[in-house]
């Protein structure tokens, strides 16, 4: 079971993160195209790359969480009783939204501190450099805080039982 909302969210970070991957790409090509080509490498390609690359990977990481395909190790907890893995599950999801807080407040001084400067060649606040950290962490919170809600109903349903 899923929140709605959060099927949404998922998506529009799936689709936004496809296209700055997209993006991304047309970045890189141009700036071989520029130094190979045409003997004049654009010099705000790489910043830009990098910048890209933060808001791809940071909140996909995010999803990966919530759909169970990035960092899962669950052949231990396969072993359990079904009643023990749910539990795990809890733990793990209070364990991950509680790493997820950390990146939202560990990075809210970064964002605000770099705001004021920009990145060199592209002219965009530094703070951006750090935003898809709290990006993320607020996504990790929210999927874990959704996780425990169906995991705590799944539990009480399985208990009347």
């Known amino acids: ?75 231990l907890v396969e072993l359990l009783p079904v009643r023990l893995q749910r539990w795990c599950e809890i733990f793990n999801a209070f364990v991950l939204g509680g ?10 001084p970064l964002v605000k501190g770099t705001w004021g400067r920009d990145i060199p060649l592209i002219g965009l606040p530094q703070g951006l450099q750090y935003a898809p950290l709290m990006l993320s962490g607020a996504l990790i919170t929210a999927f874990m805080l959704e996780r425990i809600w169906f995991a705590i109903k799944t539990t009480e349903t399985d208990e009347k039982s």
């Not at 991957?21 to 141009?30: D, E, K, M, P, S």
């Not at 790493?99 to 809210?108: A, C, D, L, P, V």
Request: positive net charge; aromatic residues 18%; glycine residues 8%.
């Open 1 to 75: 079971m899923r929140w709605k909302a959060f099927d949404y969210l998922s998506t529009a970070v799936i689709f936004i993160s496809a296209n700055a991957l997209i993006l991304l790409v047309c970045f890189t090509g141009w700036q071989v195209w520029g130094r190979y080509v045409l003997n004049d490498t654009p010099t705000w390609t790489e910043k830009a790359a990098l910048l890209l690359i933060l808001f791809v990977t940071l909140p996909m990481a995010a999803v990966g969480l919530r759909e169970n395909f990035h960092l899962g190790i669950g052949y």
């Open 99 to 108: 790493f997820g807080m950390m990146m939202i407040f560990g990075s809210w």
